[in-house]
Structures are given as C-alpha cells and as structure tokens.
T-cell receptor
Framework: NAGVTQTPKFQVLKTGQSMTLQCAQD?????MSWYRQDPGMGLRLIHY???????DQGEVPNGYNVSRSTTEDFPLRLLSAAPSQTSVYFC??????????????FGPGTRLTVL | ELKVEQNPLFLSMQEGKNYTIYCNYS?????LYWYRQDPGKSLESLFV?????AVKQEGRLMASLDTKARLSTLHITAAVHDLSATYFC??????????FGTGTRLKVLA
C-alpha cells in the first residue's frame, strides 16, 4: 500500500494564481482531511470529508475549496493564491466509526510558497 | 471554542533522564491523539486515547488521559537521542474536527 500520497512536493505560485493540491489514499478510508502547518502554530484543519460527496469546513477554510468525488481522492483548490497561504499542507485519512475517527495517517506534505 | 495547549514548547534533556509533556484542552472531549514529527517530515501516529483513565505505552513513551482534568501526559522514560522530534497532541472538537496543540520540540542531548 502506498498509504497517503500528495503531489506536488513543492510549488511556487504568484499572487492571484490558482492551483490544485492532489491527495490520494489507497486504504479505503472514509475520512480525509487537509491541514496547513505554519511555524509555531501546529496544524490547522482546512476542510474535511467523511465520504464521497460529503465535505465540510474546518478551522481555516477561507480561500480554499475541496470536493470528494471518489473515496480515494481529495483535492484542495486554492482559488486565488495569497502570500498568507504560504505554508506546508498535509493531507490525512482515517477510518470512521459512529463516534469519530481512528488515528489519522498523514501524507508527506506539499510545501507551497506564494510570492 | 476548543483550545489545546502543550507545555513545554521546547524541551532539551539529557539522555537517560525522564520527563513529561503536558497537553491541556479547554472543553469536553473523550478522544485524544499523540503524533510525532521529525524535522522536514510528516506526522506519525503514536497513541490514540479513547476514554478517561486510558494509558498506552510503546517503548520509552507512555501516554495517559484524564478527561475530568482535560489533561493528557506523554511521559518519556530514559530518553535516547532517537526520541528527538516534535510531539503534537490533537483533540476532537465536535465530530470529525480536530484541534492540534502547537507542539513540543524535544531535543535529547548525548
């Protein structure tokens, strides 16, 4: 199993450009999530999904869109990149139960710089 | 709004010593997770604590959860250099939303 994969590993954008960060998992996990990690701030939840067709906002959703058309894939779209979105982005997945999720498995991350 | 605080933020310790990292959270939650992150790398799951009084151990690390005190501890026994990393706790805020602490950067000196 590849686990959780993310592409690209690194990306540089100019202000105003749009792009999509890709995330895929091969563990048949229902739950998938996107986080950003900034120095000194830990990880903050951007969006999450509990299954195909079901997404919801996390702590810091502004400026980002997601969709979940398959169990495996959960892309994150930056609509109009801003320097404040310079960060490391992690995708994660986990199994779900009636009362929450199991531990999350994280992808390797995408380091994004917006100039 | 759920807040998760870890302390200390930085910890430098000698090999062979014991120490404890604390994770406090502000509202009721029965699930707490510990993760490890090496520099420049992704996060790796360490422990899942699902109920009050839960205790889990793996090697030199032991985690516990007191839901009444809203406190989890990660105890390090006889530290070795390989334990140098940043440790995060995460708490579930409502269903399926997770709040992470700011992390504790641990450096074990030979």
């Amino acid at each position: 199993n590849a686990g959780v994969t993310q592409t690209p590993k690194f990306q540089v954008l100019k202000t105003g450009q749009s792009m999509t960060l890709q995330c895929a998992q091969d563990m048949n996990h229902e739950y998938m999530s996107w986080y950003r990690q900034d120095p000194g701030m830990g990880l903050r939840l951007i969006h999450y999904s509990v299954g195909a067709g079901i997404t919801d906002q996390g702590e810091v959703p502004n400026g980002y869109n997601v969709s979940r058309s398959t169990t495996e894939d959960f892309p994150l779209r930056l609509l109009s990149a801003a320097p404040s979105q310079t960060s490391v982005y992690f995708c994660a997945s986990s199994r779900t139960s009636a009362i929450g999720t199991d531990t999350q498995y994280f992808g390797p991350g995408t380091r994004l710089t917006v100039l | 709004e759920l807040k998760v605080e870890q302390n200390p933020l930085f910890l430098s310790m000698q090999e062979g010593k014991n120490y404890t990292i604390y994770c406090n959270y502000s509202t009721t939650s029965d699930r707490l997770y510990w993760y490890r992150q090496d520099p420049g790398k992704s996060l790796e799951s360490l422990f899942v604590l699902l109920s009050n009084g839960a205790v889990k151990q793996e090697g030199r690390l032991m985690a516990s959860l007191d839901t009444k005190a809203r406190l989890s501890t990660l105890h390090i026994t006889a530290a070795v250099h390989d334990l140098s990393a940043t440790y995060f706790c995460a708490v579930e805020s409502g269903t399926y939303k997770y709040i992470f602490g700011t992390g504790t950067r641990l450096k074990v000196l030979a």
